[in-house]
Structures are given as structure tokens and as C-alpha cells.
């Protein structure tokens, strides 16, 4: 089983930029298909990006699209989310998730999550 610990969060004005980190511990990221996730207070929990394995196939939210980045170090055992032209309704809790099925740019069961970490945009 792998173990997720996200990393780089923070309070940034509208139009900033920020990226997160996700370290993998325990099995290796190689055999899973990685996505960020977000919730914001009161609202579902909702991918934002996911990429696959080998990194070869990548998924964004429409919400996103255009801004978010998401990329993958499988040596190093970690998965980023580069974040531009932030804007306030991208305030949320971010988290990294790892499942073993990717079909169609989604996600299938995720098999582990991180504890989450906290973007701020301020406008």
C-alpha cells in the first residue's frame, strides 16, 4: 500500500501561482494512476487533474483546464499540481489520491488519499 503526504499549500492572491508536491512512501507510485482532488467547505469532493501511470495521459476539469498543471517524478516518487492564475474559487483543501484504474481521463477507486493541504486565493 502507498502512503501520500501533500506538501506546498498556502494563502496566495488572485493571479498567483503555487505548486504542491505529493510524496509517495511505501509501494511504488509506478503501478498507480495519480489525480489531485479538492472540497471546499460545504461542497463534494471533485478531481481537478489526474495522470496516469507512465504520465502519458492526463485529465483536467474544465474548471482548471488552461491553468493547472499536473505532472509526475516516478523515480523520485511524487506527483505535482502547478497552479497559475489562481482565483479565489480555488480556495479548497487539496488532496492527492492513488487508484489502479484510469479510464477515459477518470479515475476509478482510490485506494489511498493524503491528509489534504489548505489553498487560500485572496482577491
Known amino acids: 500500500q502507498v502512503q501520500l503526504v501533500e506538501s506546498g499549500g498556502g494563502l496566495v492572491q488572485a493571479g498567483g501561482s503555487l505548486r504542491l ?9 509506478s503501478v498507480y494512476h495519480l ?27 474544465n474548471s482548471v483546464k488552461g491553468r493547472f498543471t499536473i505532472s509526475r517524478d516516478n523515480a523520485n516518487g511524487t506527483v505535482y499540481l502547478q497552479m497559475n492564475s489562481l482565483r479565489p474559487e480555488d480556495t479548497a483543501l487539496y488532496y492527492c489520491a492513488a487508484s489502479t484504474f484510469f479510464d477515459g481521463g477518470k479515475l476509478g477507486a482510490i485506494e489511498a488519499w493524503g491528509q489534504g493541504t489548505q489553498i487560500t486565493v485572496s482577491s
Open 35 to 61: 489525480g489531485w482532488f479538492r472540497q471546499a467547505p460545504g461542497k463534494e469532493r471533485n478531481v481537478v487533474a489526474a495522470i496516469s501511470r507512465l504520465g502519458g495521459s492526463v485529465y483536467y476539469s
Open 21 to 29: 508536491s505529493c510524496a509517495a512512501s511505501g509501494r511504488s507510485i
